[in-house]
């Protein structure tokens, strides 16, 4: 295999001296200059050189070892980013360059993203500084067994419960599982979900939730939850990224679990509609 990569390699070289314009050049202007391209070629070397991500094997790995690589490597990840100070930038291009689905790319892409666009500011302050430190790791849970991720169906819900102030999330169905969803087969310790909020019997359309997974002691999961990994996804082209499922039994959470940057519910059960809701 070493052998093959070196020969790659002068092919690769041979063939660029056969082009009719600067290498350099075209690189430049791809990447909006010499100084973005000196920058993406450090930040590149930072996992070219790290064992982990070699491709060697990739192809070789059962399902199990895809994941636990999968999670191995989100992991290493994670600390380079947090090592090295990188912004969001350049991460994503060492996503970019890592080229493989990983359980990592929805907390980073989906769970911070959501947290900070739905969330109060409280909220954010609250949550985005543990998960941008990997404190806990989150996944985004919308798609149900039954329907996709179309929203107007889902089954899922979460009932206000005004004496204890909290929702009771519930999966009202087998096909209200929470289904397909990168990262919540067996790393996430918390998921933004996407479930129906009802107040005294009135259904208000889905809302979106902060929900506890697994414990941050042990990583088991809550009394309530029901959660794994479903599997190999799109034919191996997801391997490393555990996907999993989760059903939810009358699972309590506080009521500032609700993100409320726009739509709000008082501690008396008030339900105040977004400002421009339709």
């Not at 060697?56 to 399902?63: E, G, I, T």
């Not at 899922?156 to 419960?161: Q, S």
Request: overall charge negative; aromatic content about 10%.
């Amino acid at each position: 295999m070493a052998a093959e990569t070196s020969q790659n390699k002068k092919d690769l070289a041979h063939a660029r001296t056969k082009t009719t314009f600067d290498v350099d050049d075209m690189t430049n202007y791809i990447y909006n200059g010499h100084a973005n391209v000196e920058n993406r070629r450090y930040i590149i070397d930072l996992i070219a050189r790290e064992p982990i991500f070699q491709k060697d094997d990739w192809s070789w790995l059962n399902h199990t070892d895809a994941v636990k690589r999968g999670v191995a490597m989100s992991t290493r990840l994670a600390e380079i980013k947090m090592e090295h100070e990188l912004n969001d930038l350049d991460f994503a291009t060492i996503i970019e360059a890592v080229d493989d689905s990983l359980p990592i790319l929805l907390h980073n892409g989906a769970f911070i993203p959501v947290i900070n666009a739905q969330g109060s500011d409280e909220q954010v302050e609250k949550w985005v500084p543990l998960a941008e430190k990997y404190q806990i790791i989150g996944c985004y849970a919308q798609t149900e067994l039954g329907h996709g991720s179309n929203i107007s169906g889902l089954e899922t819900t979460a009932t206000f419960i005004r004496d204890t102030d909290e929702w009771e999330i519930n999966s009202t169905s087998f096909t209200a599982a929470k289904w397909w969803i990168g990262g919540l087969g067996v790393m996430c310790t918390h998921a933004v979900v996407q479930a129906k909020l009802i107040i005294d019997g009135k259904d208000y359309g889905a809302h979106v939730f902060i929900v506890p997974i697994r414990s941050l002691e042990d990583h088991k999961p809550f009394p309530g939850v029901e959660v794994g990994d479903i599997g190999p996804k799109s034919y191996g082209g997801f391997s490393k990224m555990d996907n999993g499922f989760a059903r939810f039994d009358k699972y309590r959470i506080p009521r500032e679990n609700m993100l409320m940057r726009f739509s709000k519910v008082s501690r008396d059960g008030t339900y105040m509609k977004p400002p421009h809701a339709k």
